[in-house]
């Protein structure tokens, strides 16, 4: 985790009033390391014993305060990665077998493409567009085989 992404993750927990604990601090590092986001199971076991609870509380209180977003998927599985001022712009795939999702970059001018969708929207509908999703959806290297 860079001191930066470290700093801004206290920052923010800070404004909400909430201590930026040792299981804070470690989730944050393993939502950074991962590159996809990841189901409680999967923080949990890249914790190394975290109790599933704890793990829950601390990615709500980590949503609450912006430094985590809630990713939708297909399944029932929540997902979470950092929030997206955190890491980068990007889309998501998800496989509609398995429900696992992975974080893909779009060209640029593809994002150009949609920045002028969101003009014309304003102009036409008076709508202004803040941010945009995308998720491509369909069948994983592992699901395929
Ligand atoms: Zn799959
Ligand atoms: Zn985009």
């Known amino acids: 985790m860079t ?15 909430q ?7 470690q989730i944050v590092g393993i939502l950074a390391e991962a590159g996809r986001p990841l189901t409680i199971a999967e923080v949990q ?33 929540a997902r979470f990665e950092l929030a997206e001022d ?5 889309h998501h795939l998800v496989c509609t077998r398995c429900g696992s999702v992975l974080d893909f970059t779009m060209s640029s001018a593809l994002e150009e ?11 036409r509908t008076g709508f202004t567009v803040q941010a945009h ?5 369909g069948v994983c290297a592992d699901c395929a085989d």
Do not use: I, K, M, W
């Open 3 to 17: 001191t930066e992404l470290d700093a801004t993750a206290a920052a923010r927990l800070r404004d909400a009033d």
């Open 19 to 25: 201590r930026y604990t040792t299981s804070r601090r």
């Open 45 to 77: 076991a890249a914790s190394g014993g975290l109790p599933q609870s704890s793990a829950y509380r601390n990615l709500a209180v980590l949503e609450q305060a912006g430094v985590v977003r809630r990713v939708l998927a297909t399944d029932e599985f």
């Open 86 to 90: 955190l890491t980068e712009h990007h």
């Open 113 to 123: 493409a949609l920045e002028r969708t969101a003009r014309t929207v304003r102009a």
């Open 133 to 137: 999703r995308l998720d491509l959806t």
